[in-house]
Structure formats: structure tokens, C-alpha cells
């Protein structure tokens, strides 16, 4: 076959198809006298298996895995897999203790025994995080405490700690600053907590996703790998071959 009839099946340009072959992701490709790449069904199984593989863990891995495979590594190429994984079940983690939060907030969790406002000091601890990163990410527009008016001291309100506790949870989940200030300032223009639940919906369904992608890349995969360890089949015409990689029918039995 053709980088065209590679190309076709998945709606790809023939000069995609030959990027890459160059960056390792088909098996040993044959050339012609004259230069031409001849491609085989199992170069078109490693494209599939490239293509499902990239929508769950990225170009960059996806042509690492692929890499991994062609030259016989199949154990890095499943330690790239292992980690995808397990970063994704730490997200899917991260997303319960924010949805977990949410929940504690609205249903009204008192901020302190007395229901006065915190101390920078106190909510610190009650976060677990150094006083220092509450003033950054007051800086970064994340807090907005009031102060005491006779000592200066920052005093953190309800919505104040709310506020603190949800960046905690999104920080740990990878969001940079700039993201959780903006959600906190929905938040608050909202006036409630129905912008964070649309947002914990959104990131759901992104992990499903994810979680989806991450399986149909294996599965195309393991048949990749199947059809490596397979003997290599006799000498065939391309045009035996549909666009798909798989021998036409013809007449007779």
C-alpha cells in the first residue's frame, strides 16, 4: 500500500502518513527501487493503534509508546501506560475531594467553634497548607479577606474559607492560579455553588472520556502487538490489500 491508501481510511493527508513513519510510529517500512515507501497490513494496524492511542494519552506519548513497541520494548511502552493511569485516577481522586467540599460547604460547615473569622495563622492549619501560599494566592486574586481595622490582620470569613478550600482542592488537582481565580470569581458572581457543580460535571465527563480513550487505545494496541508476533505472511500485491489493510474478496472459493 500507498501512504494514500493508509492515509484514506482515517481522513489523513498522505504526507501525515509519512511524518509518522518518520518519527517511529509504523514498523520498518520497504521501499521501492525508486524510493517509494510500501506500506503493509501491519503498518496499517499501527497507524490505528497510533491514532487511538493519541486521543487518550497525547501526540508526545502516543509516539513514545509506538516507539517503545517498534523497537521491542514492549515494557516501557507499558510503564508509559501505567502512568497515564495512574495519573488519571489521581485526577479522578481530586475531582471526589472537590465534589466531597462542595458538599461539606453546602451544607454549612461552621468555620470555627466560635463562627468567628479566621486568622491567616488558623485557616493555614485547617488547610494544611504554609501561611505563605494564603497570601499568594491572595495576591493572584484567589482570597479576598477583609482586614482587622484596628490591627491590620487578615480576617477570613465564611465565604472566605470556602473560597480557600476549593482552590486547595483544585490546586492539588493541577489547575494553575490564573484557572482557580477565575472559577472563584464565577463562583462568587453566582452568589451559590451551582457554578462549581457544572464544573464538576464538565470534569467528569472529561475523565469518562479520557477513561474511554485510554481503553480503546489498549485494545488497538493489543491487536498491534498480536499481529507483531505473528509470523510474517507470504509476499502479497497491494492491490490485494482494501484501503482498510485487510485482502479483497475475490471470485471463486
Known amino acids: 500500500m500507498r501512504p494514500v491508501d493508509l492515509a484514506r481510511e482515517h481522513g489523513l493527508s498522505a504526507q501525515a502518513v509519512r511524518n509518522y513513519d518518520d518519527a517511529g510510529v509504523f514498523p520498518p517500512t520497504e521501499r521501492t527501487a525508486t524510493g517509494y515507501r510500501r506500506y503493509s497490513p501491519l503498518h496499517a494496524q499501527a497507524l490505528r493503534a497510533f491514532l487511538a492511542i493519541r486521543r487518550g494519552h497525547g ?10 513497541v517498534n523497537r521491542g520494548d514492549a515494557n516501557c511502552a507499558y510503564r ?7 495519573e488519571l485516577a489521581a485526577e479522578r481522586g481530586t475531582r471526589a475531594e472537590v465534589a466531597t467540599a462542595l458538599t461539606a460547604l453546602s451544607d454549612g460547615v461552621p468555620v470555627s467553634l466560635h463562627g468567628r473569622p479566621l486568622t491567616v495563622g488558623e485557616l493555614a492549619r485547617r488547610l494544611g497548607v504554609h501561611a505563605a501560599t494564603l497570601r499568594t494566592w491572595e495576591a493572584g486574586g484567589i482570597l479576598q479577606p477583609d482586614r482587622d481595622r484596628s490591627t491590620g490582620y487578615r480576617r477570613y470569613g465564611p465565604d472566605d474559607v470556602r473560597d480557600a478550600e476549593v482552590a486547595r482542592q483544585l490546586r492539588r488537582g493541577g489547575y494553575p492560579l490564573p484557572q482557580v481565580a477565575r472559577f472563584l470569581a464565577s463562583l462568587r458572581e453566582a452568589g451559590g455553588a451551582a457554578p462549581l457543580r457544572a464544573f464538576l460535571d464538565s470534569w467528569q465527563e472529561r475523565i469518562t472520556a479520557r477513561s474511554r480513550h485510554l481503553l ?3 485494545a488497538r494496541l493489543d491487536a498491534y502487538l498480536t499481529d507483531l508476533d505473528r509470523p510474517a505472511p507470504a509476499a502479497t500485491s497491494a492491490r490485494d490489500y482494501g484501503v482498510a489493510g485487510k485482502p479483497r474478496r475475490t471470485g471463486g472459493s
Open 80 to 86: 508509559m501506560i501505567d502512568a497515564a493511569h495512574a
Open 59 to 68: 501526540h508526545r506519548i502516543a509516539v513514545e509508546i509506538m516507539r517503545a
Open 216 to 218: 480503546t487505545g489498549a
